[in-house]
Nanobody
Framework: EVQVAESGGGLVQAGGSLRLTCIVS????????MSWFRQAPGAEREQVLC????????FYTDSVKGRFTISRDNAKNTLYLQMNSLKPEDTAMYYC??????????????????WGQGTQVTVSS
């Protein structure tokens, strides 16, 4: 059974930074692409950015380009999201997701239905 556990969220002022962490168990982490999603109050969950098995990155939310960085440590089965220059519109619950293959995709169905509880990011203005 695939399990994910997100952490690192919190309350930060606009312009600040946070680093989110996702620890994954139950699969061969290094074999799969990984992604960060977020869901703001009253909005649908959206994919933010994804890292391929080979380390390549695909952005799905243009507003985070130049501010967010995704990375992975395969030895630790851990995914990271470094968020800089945070804006109030980044406020959301953040979730990590495991892909079913080695590449990234915009399709929700491509990701395993093994969502964690998420980690809340709140950015004050």
């Amino acid at each position: 059974e695939v399990q994910v556990a997100e952490s690192g969220g919190g309350l930060v002022q606009a312009g600040g930074s946070l680093r989110l962490t996702c620890i994954v168990s139950g699969l061969s982490f290094s074999d799969y692409a990984m992604s960060w999603f977020r869901q703001a109050p009253g909005a649908e969950r959206e994919q933010v950015l994804c890292i391929w098995r080979n380390g390549g990155v695909t952005f799905y939310t243009d507003s985070v380009k130049g501010r967010f960085t995704i990375s992975r440590d395969n030895a630790k089965n851990t995914l990271y999201l470094q968020m800089n220059s945070l804006k109030p519109e980044d406020t959301a619950m953040y979730y990590c997701a495991t892909a079913r293959g080695s590449y990234c995709s915009a399709s929700w169905a491509y990701f395993r239905d093994s969502w964690g509880q998420g980690t809340q990011v709140t950015v004050s203005s």
